[in-house]
């Protein structure tokens, strides 16, 4: 019994400030009443990817040659980016609304392929990097749930797809993605209602549907020594997660 009587005293140290609070004046009282609202966001993003790598292959070079590639391919980390956009939301009924929100991301994912046939001094394989650079125009299609409004807030979950148009150019180094791509979403957020707007911090969590990677870029490359860093990986799946600020 003793070790559920800090579980206890916690629990109502977080229940009994929330049945205490007490009804304050509303700002903007009918906002969310309106058939039709917009707004505008900005934002920051972290992309990554998974890489589905193929190990070790022979292949054959245009001019009838074989060739050996072993070289492992991933994304080192998060990168960080910035986005912008606005914001259409139609209301649906009282806790439902279905949201459009065609948005631009900037930013780049760190590519590090280590080539295992190709050994340095230490006996650790040498390794490529490549900065793949995106800049994606997006149309996220979102159906949102809201919970009651209390006072000036209003907690609420999202999920949606969103299909992105990539418009990086065509001179990307091993690797090159698709110029489109279908992201499944879902996120979570609060409205708060100032005296003058509505500020809606939103996370939001995306992942890829289909396999970005854009397997024609391969035939485009003019140096060969660049074939075993290209043909190493066989799928791609993007994935961000989106901090976004919106103003209504």
Same mark, same amino acid.
Not at 70 to 95: E, K, M, Q, T, Y
Not at 107 to 135: A, C, I, M, S, W
Not at 182 to 197: R, S, T
């Given at each position: 019994?003793?070790?559920?009587?800090?579980?206890?005293?916690?629990?109502?140290?977080?229940?009994?400030?929330?049945?205490?609070?007490?009804?304050?004046?509303?700002?903007?009282?009918?906002?969310?009443?309106?058939?039709? /609202? &917009? =707004?505008?966001?900005?934002?920051?993003?972290?992309?990554?990817?998974?890489?589905?790598?193929? $190990?070790?292959? +022979? #292949? @054959?070079?245009?001019?009838?040659?074989?060739?050996?590639?072993?070289?492992?391919?991933?994304?080192?980390?998060?990168?960080?980016?910035?986005?912008?956009?606005?914001?259409?939301?139609?209301?649906?009924?009282?806790?439902?609304?279905?949201?459009?929100?065609?948005?631009? /991301? &900037? =930013?780049?994912?760190?590519?590090?392929?280590?080539?295992?046939?190709?050994?340095?001094?230490? $006996?650790?394989? +040498? #390794? @490529?990097?490549?900065?793949?650079?995106?800049?994606?125009?997006?149309?996220?299609?979102?159906?949102?749930?809201?919970?009651?409004?209390?006072?000036?807030?209003?907690?609420?979950?999202?999920?949606?797809?969103?299909?992105?148009?990539?418009?990086?150019?065509?001179?990307?180094?091993?690797?090159?993605?698709?110029?489109?791509?279908?992201?499944?979403?879902?996120?979570?957020?609060?409205?708060?209602?100032?005296?003058?707007?509505?500020?809606?911090?939103?996370?939001?969590?995306?992942?890829?549907?289909?396999?970005?990677?854009?397997?024609?870029?391969?035939?485009?490359?003019?140096?060969?020594?660049?074939?075993?860093?290209?043909?190493?990986?066989?799928?791609?799946?993007?994935?961000?997660?989106?901090?976004?600020?919106?103003?209504?």
């Amino acid at each position: 019994m003793r070790k559920w009587i800090p579980i206890i005293l916690l629990s109502l140290c977080a229940v009994i400030p929330m049945a205490a609070q007490k009804r304050v004046v509303q700002n903007k009282p009918y906002i969310d009443l309106r058939m039709l /609202h &917009f =707004g505008i966001s900005l934002g920051l993003h972290m992309q990554d990817a998974d890489m589905t790598n193929i $190990g070790p292959q +022979t #292949f @054959e070079l245009p001019e009838g040659d074989l060739m050996n590639g072993n070289v492992l391919c991933d994304v080192d980390n998060w990168n960080p980016g910035f986005s912008v956009g606005v914001l259409a939301d139609l209301r649906i009924n009282r806790h439902f609304s279905l949201r459009v929100l065609p948005t631009m /991301h &900037f =930013g780049q994912k760190h590519l590090v392929f280590r080539n295992l046939n190709e050994l340095n001094e230490y $006996g650790q394989p +040498t #390794f @490529e990097t490549q900065d793949l650079k995106n800049t994606y125009i997006s149309v996220p299609v979102d159906l949102k749930f809201a919970a009651e409004r209390f006072n000036n807030y209003r907690p609420y979950v999202i999920a949606g797809v969103n299909p992105m148009l990539n418009l990086s150019g065509k001179d990307q180094d091993y690797v090159q993605l698709k110029g489109h791509d279908l992201m499944l979403e879902v996120g979570l957020g609060c409205d708060f209602y100032l005296p003058f707007f509505k500020l809606i911090p939103e996370l939001k969590f995306c992942y890829g549907l289909t396999n970005a990677l854009d397997k024609n870029h391969i035939d485009e490359l003019r140096d060969v020594n660049k074939l075993p860093y290209a043909r190493s990986i066989s799928d791609v799946r993007t994935k961000m997660i989106v901090l976004t600020f919106y103003f209504e």
